[in-house]
């Protein structure tokens, strides 16, 4: 548990990955070049998250695969991929075949539930078995089967010139071992635990109801992380890590100071107090010194549960502001922190 004295274990970060719809290809392009600053400058991890019919990454996958060939350390990740537009089998021979690529190096993030905006896409989607479609857990167990070489077929054999395999192919050794959850309730945490996951929580938890008293995002967050490791077979060393929005300003501009603040100020209002039917509640954006910042993170439940961060840098910024932090985050807030990079290239 991080505490002064204790060291962060392993640091990564995430992206959205933005593009201008007219010109795609400069954004992916950039997010590249992130990746690979992030490796440069010792980072552990490196994750991209799903935006789909946005302007943002809707295949990281296919994205992670040329970061695959352009890196040969950083650890690739999804945070994370929505499983209700994806095909199970599929996409475990996308993920099987990146992980080889990758020299084992991805870490695919899931979670569940209707696709966002489901009346709207549902018939684009899935126009023969919208309504029949299942978006529960036994999505991700079947992923999870797939990926771990249980057999998805009853045949396997030769026919013709052809052969045939009974399992998803390629197969990819530890890779179901990498397999993360993203939850932002008490019962996905409790599940991910029971079927052998790593847990990833971010910067949005669910309150329950009923809530007795102020609504505390890092209470709610640590109660999450006890509850998975309570519910997972590996217990205190079962894999968490917390992904909260940390902006250090150490070596940042006067200009891009007031820029970073202005974008908290704006995102605040909505972490007072749980939003929408599902209670929603959005965590603080952490900004300041690096120094600022290590106090603030020692000072969070969440963050004193776990030895691993992914930290998610601001959606809407620059490619040089990018650069600033992530170069901040590795060099001044992570030994602050007790971390130590990764291997340079």
């Known amino acids: 548990m991080p505490v002064p004295g204790v060291a962060l274990q392993r640091l990564g970060f995430l992206t959205i990955g933005l593009f201008d719809g007219g010109d795609p290809g400069p954004g992916h392009q950039t997010t590249l070049e992130v990746i690979e600053l992030g490796e440069r400058l010792g980072f ?37 991929i929505p499983l209700g537009w994806e095909n199970p089998l599929r996409l475990a021979e996308d993920l099987a075949t990146v992980d080889i690529l990758s020299g084992g190096r991805l870490n695919p993030g899931l979670s569940v539930g209707p696709p966002r905006n489901y009346d709207e896409v549902k018939e684009a989607l899935y ?31 030769t026919v013709g010139f052809e052969e045939f395999s009974d399992q998803v192919q390629p197969y990819a050794p530890g890779l179901r071992g990498r397999m993360w959850y993203g939850g932002a309730g008490l019962a996905s945490a409790r599940w991910a635990g029971e079927h052998r996951m790593n847990f990833l929580t971010s910067s949005v938890v669910r309150a329950e109801e009923p809530a007795e008293g102020p609504v505390d995002f890092a209470e709610i967050q640590h109660s999450h992380i006890q509850a998975f490791r309570a519910a997972h077979p590996d217990g205190a060393n079962a894999r968490v890590s917390q992904g909260l929005v940390v902006i250090p300003t ?19 209002p909505r972490t007072t107090q749980p939003q929408g039917p599902a209670r929603m509640l959005f965590a603080h954006d952490l900004i300041g010194t690096s120094a600022e910042l290590a106090e603030q993170l020692y000072a969070h439940a969440g963050f004193r549960d776990v030895t691993e961060v992914a930290f998610a840098l601001p959606f809407t910024f620059a490619p040089e502001d990018y650069v600033q932090i992530l170069t901040d985050l590795a060099q001044n807030l992570g030994p602050a922190l007790g971390w130590q990079p990764a291997g340079r290239t």
Not at 61 to 76: F, K, M, N, P, Y
């Open 250 to 268: 150490d070596s940042a501009t006067p200009a891009q100071r007031e820029k970073y603040q202005a974008y908290v100020a704006a995102r605040t």
């Open 127 to 157: 126009p023969d078995s919208g309504d029949s479609e299942d978006f529960s857990y036994q999505r991700v167990e079947r992923l999870l089967r797939m990926v771990g070489g249980e057999p998805v077929v009853a045949f396997s054999g």
């Open 44 to 80: 552990d991890s490196a994750w991209i998250r799903h935006r789909h019919l946005q302007y943002g990454i809707s295949s990281p996958v296919a994205v992670l695969a040329a970061a695959s060939q352009r890196t040969r350390r950083i650890e690739l990740g999804t945070a994370v």
